[in-house]
């Protein structure tokens, strides 16, 4: 099933957040969603009991967090007791730390990091036991909530990891050659760890921008492909070029003359009462997608990124 979400920079005033999840609720998203990054943007947590209160339905959480900037416990008790007040709408997307380690001068951790820290979170805030460097913890007062678990991946190592132990993926572009190209490492991890793949959602967390002026909607978005160029770069760094798709590359490599293509690949744009081809293209069997737009113009809360999940077997 598609569904919609919202993704908002936890910018000042708090209570202006607030109001737009608020908002969302009312307009049918599913899930609100802020960046977790302290020194950029505010502090989420806090936030985050004032959006649960606020709402009744919408799935609340960071996309992404990561398992540095707090212990990984600390994650986990804050959103056990978020899960509490919210009466478990509470779900957790997670990175390597990107511009929470880079701003302080740090490097993302390694995936192998991340994974451990996907599993240990997700055990202790919904109660189980786990085994921390030889002593056993436990969240004894935890409700045993639920708590999803999304990882963020752009490359080979990460999608493995989060088809062996996330249920969702996070992928932040919107062109459906370079997510049939991630899919297939997506399964390759769900098979190491002996998963049913269709089990895993996936979310394609691209800006969109509703606007009857296509130039206008890429100029409005252009600010994305920007922000998240880092993450391809260390890809071409770290793989060679046959191992990544051409859509992929291309887009730190442009062609000369082509100002829309980086664009392109990493958003979703077009007119109201029209469809963008690639969604068409991504509705095709194999190719299921969840989206995450940003700042339609005249309708979605200002401020925003929206996003939608399916499962990864639901396109058949």
């Not at 009312?26 to 709402?55: C, K, N, R």
């Not at 599993?119 to 460097?133: C, K, N, P, Q, S």
């Not at 990544?244 to 109201?272: C, F, K, M, N, W």
Request: with cysteine; glycine share 10%; charged share 25%.
């Amino acid at each position: 099933m598609l569904s919609f979400g919202v993704t908002f920079m936890a910018d000042p005033p708090v209570s202006e957040v607030v109001r737009r999840t608020v908002l969302a609720e009312q307009s049918g998203f599913s899930h609100a969603w802020l960046w977790d990054s302290h020194v950029l943007w505010q502090e989420v947590y806090p936030i985050f009991t004032l959006m649960a209160a606020g709402t009744d339905r919408i799935h609340i959480g960071p996309c992404v967090t990561n398992p540095v900037t707090r212990d990984p416990t600390v994650t986990a008790a804050a959103m056990a007791t978020l899960n509490e007040i919210s009466g478990g709408r509470m779900e957790m997307a997670i990175g390597r730390g990107d511009s929470a380690q880079r701003v302080l001068g740090r490097k993302p951790v390694p995936v192998s990091e991340m994974e451990r820290a996907c599993v240990l979170i997700r055990d202790l805030a919904e109660g189980r036991e786990v085994d921390l460097d030889g002593t056993p913890v436990r969240l004894k007062w935890s409700e045993g909530h639920r708590l999803p678990v999304w990882v963020a991946a752009y490359g080979p190592l990460a999608l493995r990891c989060a088809g062996r132990v996330a249920d969702g993926v996070v992928l932040q572009l919107a062109d459906p050659f370079i997510i049939e190209w991630a899919l297939r490492y997506i399964r390759e991890g769900a098979q190491q760890a002996g998963r049913d793949v269709s089990e895993i959602k996936l979310m394609a967390a691209a800006p969109a921008y509703l606007s009857a002026d296509l130039a206008h909607a890429r100029d409005q978005t252009r600010w994305f492909p920007a922000l998240v160029s880092n993450h391809v770069v260390d890809l071409v760094r770290r793989y060679h070029d046959a191992e990544l798709p051409a859509e992929l590359t291309d887009y730190i490599r442009p062609a000369r003359g082509s100002r829309h293509q980086p664009v392109q690949h990493l958003l979703d744009g077009g007119r109201p009462g029209g469809t963008d081809p690639r969604l068409r293209r991504r509705d095709h069997p194999g190719v299921p997608v969840a989206r995450r737009p940003a700042e339609p113009a005249g309708g979605t809360p200002a401020g925003g990124t929206p996003a939608g999940r399916r499962r990864l077997g639901e396109a058949s």
